[in-house]
Nanobody, 122 residues
Framework: QVRVVESGGALVQPGGSLRLSCEAS????????MTWYRQGPGKQRELVAGIISDGRTNYRDFVKGRFTISRDNAKNTVALQMTSLKPEDTGVYYC????????????????WGQGTQVTVSS
């Protein structure tokens, strides 16, 4: 079993910064990708940024230049550094981990955390 836990959400003023963290634990064989999603009020969940095992990253246009994703492979963690935050960045931020478990290394499974709330408001 693989467990995913996010942290770091908070209330922040527009223009402020915040750092989210996500840790995967449990019977992990390897992690293929770690991705941040968000779901704003009344909106569908959307991809924000992702990073794969070789370090390559991808970002949605609406966060390029403002958000930075980074990963610590040794600790099975991923962080999302968010700057120049806008009210439209408000939402629950979820971490998705695409991993092979120790029980079945031939299969890649997507694991989700419970989410962490980010509110950007004055």
């Amino acid at each position: 079993q693989v467990r995913v836990v996010e942290s770091g959400g908070a209330l922040v003023q527009p223009g402020g910064s915040l750092r989210l963290s996500c840790e995967a634990s449990g019977n992990i064989h390897s992690i293929e990708a770690m991705t941040w999603y968000r779901q704003g009020p009344g909106k569908q969940r959307e991809l924000v940024a992702g990073i794969i095992s070789d370090g390559r990253t991808n970002y949605r246009d609406f966060v390029k230049g403002r958000f930075t994703i980074s990963r610590d492979n040794a600790k099975n963690t991923v962080a999302l550094q968010m700057t120049s935050l806008k009210p439209e960045d408000t939402g629950v931020y979820y971490c998705n981990v695409a991993a092979r478990s120790g029980a079945n290394p031939s299969l890649i499974v997507n694991y989700w955390g419970q989410g962490t709330q980010v509110t950007v408001s004055s």
